[in-house]
């Protein structure tokens, strides 16, 4: 299935996986990329020489394109900036925050951007800054959250903008693929279903709380602060949002989750810890291989949009 995204990277697929914080390292974006779509390492609030190492890790095993998301709100963000460029990485996406400042930097290197947007006025914005394409993320996804779902968002940035789109939120099978390309999309970026990857290497606990989740386990936290983040539910989101409905400040909530998506990810801690998936977990119902995954979901895609 060839798109404007496919070209513009140099993918088989047009399937990005999502640069998850603690979770999209080296294994997992090698695998992403070898099965012919775009493996993404999420560079977090990772200092600049990790990220480095994870990009290094990639090349030695595949020699397929892949990205860094580097979160603008990171303390490490300029390092990590810098570190794409010196490293030689082909795609750049971007979250939390406006990207522009690093942008004429990375176009100078050949880096094609990807800024992620959760609004039609910063589609536009990006796309006057130069970015080579949007990822239209709607508050399905898992994680930090905007307020307009994919149905409405993907639609209204493909008319606003001409770069192509790339829609995220509620996307987990070739059902979902097919959707966004009716709404306008060129490629889609989905993180919930990669959780469950085979060369994931988050902790066992975390794959089986997402493998087991039911349509209605998905809860926001911290939509009152402004700083709204969709995970399943736990005791920890139970605790958070009774202190939040009680008018908790936000610092104090803070404390609640400090460091608890590492808890989840890494110890397993599946109770206390941010267990961050979107809407969709409850349609993710087995571990495969990333190559697997981009086989059955494409050929899914293929088959409804009429390709085969």
Known sequence: MRTRITE??????????GGMAWVAENH???????AGGLGLIGGANAPGDVVRDYIRKVKEVTDKPFGVNVMLMSPYADD???VVVEEGVRVVTTGAGNPEKYM???KAAGIKVIPVVASVALARRMERSGADAVVAEGTESGGHIGEATTMTLVPQVADAVSIP????????DGRGIAAAFMLGAEA???GTRFLVAK???IHQNYKDRVLKAKDIDSTVTGRSHGHP?????NQMTREYIKLENAGTPFEELEYLTLGALRKAVQDGDVAMGTVMAGQIAGMVSKEQTCKEMIDEMMEQAEKLLGRQ
Not at 166 to 171: F, L
Not at 229 to 233: E, G, T
């Open 8 to 17: 513009l990277l140099g993918i088989t697929h047009p399937v990005i996986q």
């Open 28 to 34: 997992l974006a090698a695998a992403v990329s070898e």
């Open 80 to 82: 990590v900036a810098k």
């Open 104 to 106: 004429e930097m990375w």
């Open 165 to 172: 789109v790339i829609a995220a939120g509620g996307i987990a």
């Open 188 to 190: 889609v970026q989905m």
């Open 199 to 201: 060369e994931c290497v």
């Open 229 to 233: 983040i969709r995970c399943l539910r």
